[in-house]
Structures are given as C-alpha cells and as structure tokens.
C-alpha cells in the first residue's frame, strides 16, 4: 500500500464558489459592456457547466442562440473578445470584493505544508484567474505553495480528459496511487480518476445533487465532519464542540489507504 505523497486540487467550486460568485456574475457584466441582451441565470449556468472551459461554454451558448453571430469564425472571434472580457471582469472582482475560500481549504494547505504532502493545482481555468484567486488569499508567493500549477492553457484537452491531472503528478513526481484529487465536479472527478488518481468530493453550489461515480469519499466541504460517506475515520481527531469541526490531512490519509475497501460513494 503506497503512502499518500500529494493533494491535487481543483480550483473552482472547489476551493471557492468561484463559478456562482465569480465567472457567472463576470460573464454577465461582458455580455452588459459588448451591449448583447444575454444573461445567464443560476439554473442556465448550472446547466452550461457541462461544458469546461469558459470559451468552449460561450460558444456551446451561441451554437443555440437564434441572435449569435451567424458565421462561425464571427461566432469564434465574439467568443474569444468576450471570454477576455470576461476574465478582465473576474480578476478585477477577485482582486476587489473578492470571494472568499471555501472554510477548511487553507487550514488542510497549511496541514500539507506542515507535513511535507506536496499540493498541486489541476484546474481547468485560465491561469490568469487562478493567480488573482491566489495572490488575494495566499499574497504574491502562493506559487511557493505547490510543486506544480498546471491550468487550462497548459493543455491540449480539458477536465474530463485526464491529461491535467496527468500532468500535475508528472511534475511533481508522483505515482497515480500516491495522490488524491480534491474535486467538485463530475467531470473532474472522471479526469481524475481516468487519470488512475483517487479522488474526494467537496460538494459546490451547481453540483450539490450531482451524481459522481467512483469517488474515495463526498462530502459538503471540508469545513465540517458532517455528512459525509464514508464518515471520517475513528482515527481522525474528534469534532471540538463545534469550534474546527473540519476535515483534516487524517482524515484524507484514511479514505486513501482505505481505498481498496470502499467505493462508489454516490
Ligand atoms: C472550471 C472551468 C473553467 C471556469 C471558467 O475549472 O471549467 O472553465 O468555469 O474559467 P476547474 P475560464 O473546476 O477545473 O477549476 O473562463 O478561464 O475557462
Ligand atoms: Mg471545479
């Protein structure tokens, strides 16, 4: 049985509800500023995310919309102006109101660090958003945090294609069982696990009901023992009336030596 040697996380929905708080609200105010009508609602969002990539989702949108460009190459370039936008806007609220990380995130950062377990950002976003996500939580070293930062322009195919997760533990020079990915997604929960790498589901705001396959323990987040199956081990400190009732670096250590004996946690 390998030794749990790294963390792999996701970004959005994961370590914060960046999705609900940030791009959704980001890509509405670009659709204001390009004086398009579109807006995109909870419900409509909810059902975009389907599709990763926040340019593959517009263009997913116009491919449906009788008011989107006809042509194809104007439907791409729209896509690609407002996607920059897009960005702009997120960066600008992130650095701004900001939005905060989901509880028990940075205390299980600060365990890995303490402990020696490498951490790995595996995001499907642009890199440009994860830096102004980080830089307003973790100040301008947070890369010094992790071993590896790969995101969505440093690969050919994105979530559910495991090739992000591949390469993370590549440069971080890891083994597929010797990691866990902290996911929110059913799609990134099929990356990681198409990638061989066990994988933990802190339930986000569009995937709360979301059915995922596979994974070694789901959850509502980290921030509470509550809720969660398979229930954090014996072994694992105990809730303190209430006060850091949170999921801890032991807890993740049990579900993955745990992991031949459960499975399929719906
Ligand atoms: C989520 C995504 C991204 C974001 C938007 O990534 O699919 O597309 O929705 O970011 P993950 P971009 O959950 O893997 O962090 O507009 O930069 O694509
Ligand atoms: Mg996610």
């Known amino acids: 049985m390998s030794k749990l040697k790294a963390l792999l ?7 914060a509800e960046t999705e609900r708080d940030g791009h959704r609200v980001a890509f509405n105010l670009a659709f204001e500023a390009f004086g398009l009508p579109w807006r995109w609602d909870d419900a409509r969002y909810g059902q975009l995310l ?4 926040g340019r593959e989702r517009l263009m997913h949108d116009m491919n449906s919309r009788p008011d989107a460009p006809p042509l194809a190459g104007e439907r791409d370039a729209l896509a690609r102006a407002l996607h920059a936008k897009k960005n702009t806007l997120y960066a600008e609220l992130v650095a701004g109101t900001g939005i905060p990380l989901r509880g028990g995130v940075l205390e299980l950062m600060h365990e890995c660090l303490d ?4 951490m790995a950002i595996a995001t499907t976003t642009s890199r440009s958003n994860l830096e102004a996500l980080m830089r307003k939580h973790m100040g301008e070293r947070w890369a010094d945090w992790f071993g590896a930062v790969v995101c969505g322009e440093d690969v050919q195919r994105k979530k559910p294609d495991p090739e992000v997760f591949v ?3 590549q440069a971080l020079g890891v083994g597929p069982l010797e990691a866990v990915a902290l996911e929110d997604s059913p799609g990134g929960v099929a990356a990681a696990r198409a990638a061989n790498c066990p994988v933990i589901v802190t339930r986000s705001f569009y995937f709360a009901q979301a059915a995922v396959e596979g994974a070694i323990a789901v959850g509502l987040g980290l921030h509470t023992r ?5 229930a954090p081990g014996a072994r694992s400190p105990q809730p303190n009336a209430g006060q850091d009732d949170r999921i801890r670096l032991a807890d ?6 745990q992991r031949d004996t459960i499975s399929d946690y719906p």
């Open 167 to 169: 390469k993370a533990m």
């Open 226 to 230: 509550e809720g969660w199956r398979p």
């Open 9 to 15: 996380w996701d970004v959005d929905g994961t370590l």
């Open 252 to 257: 993740i250590a049990d579900w993955f030596t």
């Open 50 to 53: 389907q599709v990763t990539g």
């Open 115 to 118: 402990q020696g377990v490498r």
